[in-house]
């Protein structure tokens, strides 16, 4: 089994409804971020969270929200989605008690909003 | 405004060149520098990292050049394999903020 999992794996949903993208992960990890990938465009920053009582906004925040809602569960949400957001999402974890910054992330969870 | 700038995007190399990827970054208290690889319909893995306090680390075919002055740090992969085809992204920081990748192929 995966240790970041995301779900669903693939979407298709229509403007103007509401989405939740779930992260669960299995790596006792206290870090999660989730982030968008768009072609040439890298992987920008959604929101991030350093443990379960924290939350922190990334780079394109705006039209999303997240709920963290245990150390190994956290999701992505599209209030009401556009076409715009059309995109692949991947979350990932990280581990600050290691003293290894790396990150590891999920397979991704491609959105597209018609 | 992009706060790490990777180059080229795209990038064809023979079998058995060196692969050159550059990236810039503009943030001085930056201090964690890692390349992803990104295979396709897979998320990013780390490749190699490197921090500040060292000009180059290397792990097998990979190479990080870092130069702290001029703000720049380059990945290097010698001997390039097909499987090596794959997108690399630099990275800076935590949380991670990325360059805008650099797909690769490796051709025979």
């Known amino acids: 089994d995966a240790d970041v999992t995301q779900t669903p794996r693939n979407r298709i949903t229509k403007t103007g409804k509401r989405i939740m993208l779930e992260c669960s992960q299995t790596k006792g990890h206290d870090r999660m971020y989730w982030y968008r990938q768009d072609p040439g465009l890298g992987l920008r920053l959604i929101y991030y969270s350093f443990d379960v009582k924290d939350i922190n906004k990334g780079e394109i925040s705006d039209g999303y929200s997240v709920s963290r809602q245990a150390q190994a569960k956290f999701s992505l949400s599209l209030e009401s989605a556009i076409p715009n957001q059309t995109a692949l999402y991947f979350c990932?974890?990280?581990?600050?008690?290691?003293?290894?910054?790396?990150?590891?992330f999920g397979q991704g969870t491609r959105l597209t909003v018609v | 405004q992009q706060q790490v700038k990777q180059s080229p995007q795209s990038l064809i190399v023979q079998k058995g060149g060196i692969s050159i990827i550059n990236c810039a970054y503009e943030?001085?208290?930056?201090?964690?520098f890692p390349w992803y690889q990104q295979f396709p319909g897979k998320g990013p893995a780390l490749l190699i990292a490197i921090r500040p306090d060292v000009s180059e680390k290397k792990e097998g075919r990979f190479t990080i050049s870092f130069n702290k002055s001029a703000k720049q740090f380059s990945l290097h992969i010698m001997d390039s394999q097909p499987g090596d085809s794959a997108t690399y992204f630099c990275?800076?920081?935590?949380?991670?903020?990325f360059g805008k990748g650099t797909r690769l192929s490796v051709i025979a």
């Open positions: 990932a974890t990280s581990d600050s008690r290691s003293g290894n910054t790396e990150a590891f």
């Open positions: 990275a800076a920081n935590t949380p991670l903020v």
């Open positions: 943030n001085t208290a930056f201090d964690y």
